[in-house]
């Protein structure tokens, strides 16, 4: 079963728009959570993480909301630019256990000029 | 600064050809780590190598085997290429640390089809 489940699988948004991604897990075991970002040809980059103490990290135009009651987590970027089209993946470890990555199915974003 | 080296890029295999896919990282990191990415089902764990001298299976290890070789170089082979092996697969590392959760650092993939 998917452990982590990411929506939507694609989204197209104006330029200078909100693109929001979500996503949820089932193992509370989970204590990191990342979002990687991924261009054609290339390996997926780390973007922004969080941690489940924390419900909100911002760096610059990305910002991640978690919901640790609900499962749930959320990347929001702010003023989207055509350089954003990417697709994106939330994915989730445990530190004990090797910081082997879960990752959900993936978002392609498609920004618009 | 190379961070991930994978190769090759592509590769056409025949159905019970046998591969090796090579990985190898210049960032000093002790854990290296083998994904296969299927559309709609984002990176699935192979398996990975906390540290030299180990390595375990992950979600998907049928049909895969895997040797880390010194620090530097984690390989991946498919002994009897199957068609439901055909996929990009990303080779990662990360600094290990037992106090916190250390970014994996992807190369740039082998796309693989068996055909």
């Known amino acids: 079963q998917q452990q982590v489940k990411q929506s939507p699988q694609s989204l197209i948004v104006q330029k200078g728009g909100i693109s929001i991604i979500n996503c949820a897990y089932e193992n509370t075991a989970f204590d990191y959570f990342p979002w990687y970002q991924q261009f054609p040809g290339k390996g997926p980059a780390l973007l922004i993480a969080i941690r489940p103490d924390v419900s909100e990290k911002k760096e610059g135009r990305f910002t991640i909301s978690f919901n640790k009651s609900a499962k749930q987590f959320s990347l929001h970027i702010m003023d989207s630019q055509p350089g954003d089209s990417a697709t994106y993946f939330c994915?989730?470890?445990?530190?004990?256990?090797?910081?082997?990555?879960?990752f959900g199915g993936g978002t392609r974003v498609l920004v618009k000029p | 600064n190379a961070g991930v080296t994978q190769t090759p890029k592509f590769q056409v295999l025949k159905t019970g050809q046998s591969m090796t896919l090579q990985c190898a990282q210049d960032?000093?990191?002790?854990?290296m780590y083998w994904y296969r990415q299927d559309p709609g089902m984002g990176l699935r764990l192979i398996y990975y190598s906390a540290s030299e001298g180990t390595t375990d299976k992950g979600e998907v290890p049928n049909g895969y085997n895997v040797s880390r070789l010194n620090k530097r170089e984690f390989s991946l082979r498919l002994e009897s290429a199957a068609p439901s092996q055909t996929s990009v697969y990303f080779c990662a590392s990360s600094a290990l640390s037992g106090y916190s959760n250390q970014p994996q650092h992807f190369g740039d993939g082998t796309r693989l089809s068996i055909l």
């Open positions: 960032m000093n990191h002790n854990s």
């Open positions: 994915a989730a470890s445990i530190r004990a256990a090797g910081n082997k990555l879960t």
